[in-house]
């Protein structure tokens, strides 16, 4: 057949009705052979198959046969839906779709509309029923104004039950495998189509209509138009408009005139004006220089959030879809089917857009549509039920932000099952945070697990409502504000509530006291103050310009209003926080007197004073003013004493004298140790410091008072006055010899409880029995456990009395200095030493021995009475003292005073 081809020179058409497969190969061999004859071929040939097959051996720019290839669908034609359709397709499948995917997925969308019309029950005892209304459901897309509209066009069925859909025919380029527009497309005219009846009627003696028999056809020109964007000014995404140069041409065959258009996105009116190029041949060609202002957002469909359409949509205002119709020219751009990355590549090296306007080219779109034009009343027009369509090109960049944005990592198969996931994990969250107390321990981090889940909720939420964003329609901009109304709330609260949880409880467990009310409200208030100011400004677009000067006005005359109590809770923070006094601490703020701490609030600091009155000082006075803490920063409270002696003394024997003060005083420390320093002598007058430590300053007044009652018996039973303002004159040989020695021991017995039974007389004759011992310090004057028949008095210096402990250890249970005894019990009874008695200080003591006082006993019996009540009293006081129970009820007292009688009697053998 190739042979006689060649031979005759006269065939100039060639059908060609094979198979796919067979029609590639001997395509291949016509296309090789450079034959000129046009080749006519089934829909067959414009399928996938064929184009796998078809391989031709020859060079671009070589002549070669055309190839006519009768198809239902042109891609390159075919309008929005279409070109996402196939853009989704090659996503999910990697491969191109032919107009069989196309077809059937129209036909699987008329039947899913049927099903959801029908309104079936979907039962058993129902599937007759359920049937039926399947089929009235489909029969009822019977006319063309009950279509379908779907990505082949309108889809309904004709008076015999079948879609009417007209063959196109598409013209085969073998150096990109595309199928692209015919000039010229035929179109048979339907009775169910009141538009055909209508143009027809109107036009039928033009050239666009052809009678073929019974049937006719309408003749539709194809306009290949291309557009090449040059420069984008001006993009103002608030008001959606920009400034757009581009390159406009059309490529198009005899008969049209397919530059009068409408630009429909055009802000101000926009005209093609003379063209650049002009070629009147069989093929004519118009190019264009186009510079004008254009709306953004101009297809029907809204972009996603964040996302802009921007570009140029035109129609003809002159020419009806039936009679012209624009297609893509593809090959005149230099573009592939693939034509998005190569012109986000193109825009990208051009610069078309600045990088400094924060947005990006993400996606390009060409396609074409049709739109309706009203009639308004036109007589030749009135059988056309919604008027006249008129072919509509267009060019749409997407744009978007030029951040991160995370919709596009998430595939919205997953959302709402990340959703659900975290609703119910939160659920989980909090149902085991009221019934599980071992959660509920866990604050800190129950706290940031909800920060999370909640951030994940409203992210995920967001994400899904800009997915559905078409679902949704017109709910979108609603749902968008709730979701951004959410994020500042959501906000608000978790900022609430982590000064709750790292910064008020903290406060209140480290002082001890709740934050008042007024702080915290005050502070939330604020919080959510900025919150809604921060809504209104970013999520509504308004001016909080007078909203912020009405706040200031009014927080300034509530600052003013509460100006001192703001003070003192903002000082009270700073106390509490500083910490220069505690509860319980013993402070003087100022000239104030001084006190016990007995609270802090965030207004005040309560003190109670020595005198049991309570005084509160504003915390704004006490931050500025000079605290004296008498408890900080150690317990001991440091005493110091003052005591003025005549310069006629020996300083170290007065030094010795004070400090045996302190060490018989209750409530000095003897770690510290106490010190007496000698800091001068002036006028006959020695001074001299005590310094010693209290073990609680509270009882000050009652230490003190203590202090220096055991001072003036120390010193009275020296001999040793404190200093006044008095003159002595004496003769040289009468000056009062001090030999350091206590010359009158009568003071000493005077003291001793026990020895108050005796008579004046008695105690003459007892003190002249005494016998003198100097022991220095740190020496042993009697062991525990050692037998005895003497009591000592202390004339002078300090002894400690110490009993035995486990592991042999001695532990002190008191100090006594001069006027105290020891040893009476031995005295008396003959019993066992006790305690072990050490000296502290250089001591003199009297000892009074068995054989001393026994005469006395002797002469009077009855002494023996008072002196074993005497006994048990100071029994009993010691053991209260030493915090033990004593062993013999009240009731039994002269029972147990007659026993020790006894005892004291069959010790001096009375008995």
């Not at 071929?41 to 796998?52: C, G, L, R, V």
């Not at 093929?283 to 297809?299: P, S």
């Not at 609703?423 to 107390?437: A, D, E, G, R, S």
């Not at 060490?663 to 510290?672: F, N, Q, V």
């Amino acid at each position: 057949m190739i042979e006689q081809l060649k031979k005759d020179k006269t065939t100039e058409l060639l059908f060609l009705f094979t198979q796919a497969d067979f029609g590639a190969r001997l395509a291949s061999r016509l296309f090789e052979e450079k034959l000129t004859v046009t080749l006519i071929a089934p829909d067959a040939y414009a399928s996938a198959a064929f184009q796998e097959t078809f391989a031709p051996s020859f060079k671009r720019g070589e002549h070669h046969p055309e190839l006519y290839i009768s198809t239902p669908l042109i891609f390159a034609a075919g309008n929005q839906e279409l070109q996402i359709f196939q853009d989704r397709y090659i996503l999910a499948y990697k491969e191109k779709p032919d107009w069989r995917a196309a077809f059937a997925f129209d036909a699987i969308d008329v039947a899913v509309t049927a099903l959801k019309q029908a309104q079936i029950e979907g039962k058993t005892k129902t599937r007759a029923a359920d049937r039926q209304k399947i089929r009235e459901s489909i029969a009822s897309f019977r006319y063309r104004h009950r279509a379908i509209h779907g990505i082949t066009g309108l889809n309904y069925f004709n008076e015999q039950g079948d879609v009417t859909k007209t063959n196109r025919m598409a013209l085969f380029r073998p150096e990109s495998g595309q199928l692209v527009p015919a000039f010229a497309q035929l179109q048979i005219l339907t009775n169910d189509n009141n538009e055909d009846i209508a143009e027809f009627e109107y036009k039928q003696q033009t050239d666009n209509f052809l009678k073929v028999g019974n049937e006719y056809l309408r003749k539709i020109n194809i306009v290949y138009t291309g557009v090449k964007l040059e420069r984008i000014h001006d993009l103002d995404v608030k008001n959606l408009t920009a400034e757009l140069e581009f390159k406009l041409w059309f490529r198009f065959n005899k008969n049209v005139e397919p530059e009068q258009i409408t630009f429909i996105n055009a802000v101000e009116n926009v005209t093609l004006g003379e063209p650049l190029i002009r070629i009147d041949n069989d093929v004519n060609y118009r190019l264009y220089h186009v510079k004008g202002k254009f709306k953004l957002d101009f297809l029907l469909n809204p972009p996603e959030f964040n996302h802009h359409y921007l570009g140029v949509s035109f129609n003809n205002s002159y020419y009806g879809y039936n009679e012209l119709i624009y297609v893509t020219d593809m090959l005149g751009m230099g573009l592939t089917e693939d034509y998005v990355e190569e012109l986000l590549a193109i825009y990208q090296q051009q610069r078309l857009l600045s990088p400094s306007l924060g947005w990006v080219v993400y996606d390009v779109q060409f396609f074409q549509d049709f739109i309706h034009r009203n009639l308004l009343g036109h007589p030749d027009y009135l059988n056309a039920s919604d008027g006249l369509k008129f072919s509509r090109f267009n060019l749409a960049l997407t744009l978007r932000k030029d951040e991160i944005n995370f919709a596009n990592y998430f595939n919205t198969f997953w959302l709402i099952p990340i959703i659900t996931s975290i609703i119910l994990m939160l659920v989980i969250v909090l149902f085991m945070q009221q019934h599980y107390t071992g959660i509920a321990k866990m604050k800190k981090t129950i706290w940031f697990i909800k920060l999370i889940l909640i951030y994940a909720l409203l992210f995920f939420a967001e994400i899904t409502l800009t997915k559905y964003a078409f679902t949704v329609g017109s709910f979108f901009e609603l749902g968008l504000k709730t979701i951004s109304i959410l994020w500042w709330f959501t906000s608000a609260f978790f900022i609430n509530s982590a000064l709750l949880q790292f910064v008020w409880q903290p406060i209140e467990r480290r002082t001890q006291r709740p934050i008042p009310g007024v702080l915290t409200g005050m502070i939330s208030f604020l919080i959510y103050l900025l919150a809604i100011f921060a809504i209104i400004a970013f999520v509504f677009d308004r001016q909080i310009t007078g909203l912020l000067a009405t706040s200031g006005i009014l927080a300034m005359i509530i600052g003013l209003a509460v100006q001192l109590n703001i003070s003192n809770i903002f000082s009270g923070i700073a106390l509490n926080l500083e910490r220069p006094f505690r509860v319980g601490d013993w402070v003087q703020i100022k000239e104030y007197p001084e006190g016990q701490v007995i609270d802090m609030t965030w207004r005040s600091t309560r003190i109670k004073t020595r005198n049991n009155i309570l005084l509160c000082v504003p915390n704004s006075l006490a931050a500025e003013s000079t605290v004296l803490n008498f408890s900080q920063p150690n317990s001991p409270y440091r005493l110091n004493v003052k005591v003025f002696i005549d310069a006629s003394h020996s300083p170290e024997r007065v030094r010795k004298i004070l400090l045996d003060a302190c060490y018989t005083s209750d409530g000095i420390l003897s770690d510290p140790a106490p010190a007496v320093l000698f800091p001068e002598i002036n006028e006959g007058i020695a001074c001299y410091l005590i310094a010693c430590s209290l073990s609680d300053y509270s009882k000050r007044p009652v230490i003190n008072h203590t202090l220096w009652l055991k001072i003036w018996i120390n010193l009275n039973q020296a001999g040793i006055y404190p200093a006044i303002q008095k003159q002595h004159i004496f003769w040289q040989s009468e000056l009062p010899k001090k030999t350091g020695v206590i010359e009158n021991p009568l003071q000493l017995i005077n003291v001793i409880d026990i020895f108050t039974p005796l008579s004046p007389l008695m105690k003459q004759k007892l003190i002249s029995n005494l016998s003198a011992h100097y022991l220095a310090a740190n020496k042993i004057v009697v062991e525990q456990g050692q037998s005895g028949d003497s009591l000592f008095i202390i004339a002078e210096g300090v002894v400690s009395v110490l009993v035995n402990a486990d592991k042999g250890q001695k532990i002190e249970v008191a100090r006594l200095g001069s006027g105290s005894f020891f040893g009476e019990m031995a005295l008396l009874t003959g019993e066992d030493r006790s305690a072990t008695i050490r000296t502290l200080t250089d001591t003199t003591l009297f000892e009074i021995t068995k054989a001393d006082f026994a005469p006395f006993i002797a002469s009077t019996p009855e002494i023996s009475t008072v002196i074993s009540k005497i006994l048990v009293q100071r029994q009993q006081a010691t053991q209260l003292h030493l915090g033990q129970q004593f062993t013999l009820e009240v009731v039994h007292e002269d029972n147990f005073v007659e026993r020790m009688r006894h005892k004291i009697l069959a010790f001096f053998d009375m008995i």
